[in-house]
């Protein structure tokens, strides 16, 4: 199992940027590496929206299509962190982010991850 939490949240103005981080802390005996990463948003009265995944070593990637070409996700598993940059802000990226972590691939660009942080608020005014 893995706990993760996020931060980095805050106000931005539109066209601006922010960077996300998530910090994994896993039990004993289990490594961060073994978990792919997702990111996730929900406003308030949308669901919950699928923005980036990164597989094990990172080689492989993955964007919804409302934040591709804006957003970047990426992870260091030397410190047990995974990041989303966001870059070009707009206001409908206004939202609740989530990181997530499973152990299969299969989740990939699902909202089936087994686990979640607590989320951080990301607002963006015009």
């Known amino acids: 199992q893995v706990l993760l939490e996020e931060s980095g949240g805050g106000l931005v103005q539109a066209g601006g940027s922010l960077r996300l981080s998530c910090a994994a802390s896993?039990?004993?005996?289990?490594?961060?590496?073994?978990?792919?990463v997702g990111w996730f948003r929900q406003a308030p009265g949308k669901e919950r929206e699928f923005v980036a995944a990164i597989n094990w070593t990172g080689e492989n990637t993955n964007y919804g299509d409302s934040v591709r070409g804006r957003f970047t996700i990426s992870r260091d598993n030397a410190k047990n962190m995974a990041y989303l940059q966001m870059n070009s802000m707009k206001p409908e990226d206004t939202a609740v982010y989530y990181c997530?972590?499973?152990?299969?691939?299969?989740?990939?660009?699902?909202?089936?991850?087994?686990?979640w942080g607590q989320g951080t608020q990301v607002t963006v005014s015009s």
């Open positions: 997530a972590a499973d152990r299969s691939f299969r989740v990939w660009i699902t909202n089936e991850y087994e686990y």
């Open positions: 896993t039990a004993s005996g289990d490594i961060f590496s073994r978990y792919i």
